[in-house]
């Protein structure tokens, strides 16, 4: 061993220097862990490490969650729902807009009729629109994909009146007292649905009267009027 200070050799055992009498540092002395220590030291640092990484992977999950919710809702062709209740007020209008679909609805202080439509974009083939109107479900549907849309076929489901169905011109017109499905010339003129209060069909008298009209190419319009309930449930499916 030797001396710090001055360079001279010492024994091992030797406190002071012999030469210039400083002292002689020991050799630091070791910390010896038990096994069960480090084991419990090392088990301490994966938890740590498990913590932090679990905490880092959370974190950007929730940021991929609210991007592509928010992805959805504002760049995908969202369903128009909505269900409204009209009470004593008259003219009173509801409109909504979402990615190109508009619904508006009117109530009409004449003998207690409302009226509404509804126009929408058609971008997918056989897109169905339905009406849902307390005894009866409607579906139109048809090739309109905007560059073909030769015909509409109309779907009149568990309806509790007859029901007749044509086109502007009294074409193709057919009647049944419960399910009808019809192919309507859908290029050039608007097609029209009546439920009839009468079976007779030439008793014309209708409790509801729906219009399927093409805008242009790739907007749809159905209006209906001629109803006397109080609330309305129109779906986009």
């Known amino acids: 061993m030797f001396c710090t200070d001055c360079g001279n050799q010492v024994s091992d055992e030797a406190k002071f220097c012999p030469k210039c009498g400083s002292t002689i540092n020991a050799k630091p002395q070791q ?48 369903d128009i729902k909505g269900t409204w209740q009209f009470g004593d007020e008259s003219n009173t209008a509801i409109a909504e807009i979402k990615n190109g679909n508009s619904i508006g609805i009117t109530y009409i202080d004449n003998d207690e009729q409302v009226s509404i439509f509804v126009e929408g974009k058609l971008k997918k083939e056989n897109q169905a629109y339905h009406l849902n109107i307390f005894d009866s479900e409607i579906s139109v549907s048809g090739p309109l994909d905007g560059s073909t849309k030769e015909e509409i076929i109309l779907d009149m489901i568990g ?11 009294y074409k193709n017109s057919e009647v049944k007292n419960n399910n009808l499905t019809i192919s309507l010339d859908f290029s050039k003129m608007p097609i029209i649905v009546r439920k009839l209060v009468s079976e007779n069909i030439d008793f014309l008298d209708s409790k509801m009267t729906l219009t399927f009209t093409p805008v242009n190419n790739n907007v749809l319009q159905v209006n209906l009027w001629g109803y006397d309930e109080e609330a309305i449930n129109l779906i986009k499916k």
């Open 31 to 78: 910390v010896v862990f038990s096994k069960g220590e480090m084991q419990k030291e090392s088990s301490l640092n994966k938890v740590k490490d498990f913590f932090i990484k679990y905490k880092v992977v959370f974190g950007v999950l929730i940021v991929v969650l609210a991007i592509l919710g928010y992805t959805k809702f504002m760049y995908t062709d969202g």
């Open 159 to 169: 309806s509790d009146y007859p029901t007749e169905a044509y086109d502007y011109l």
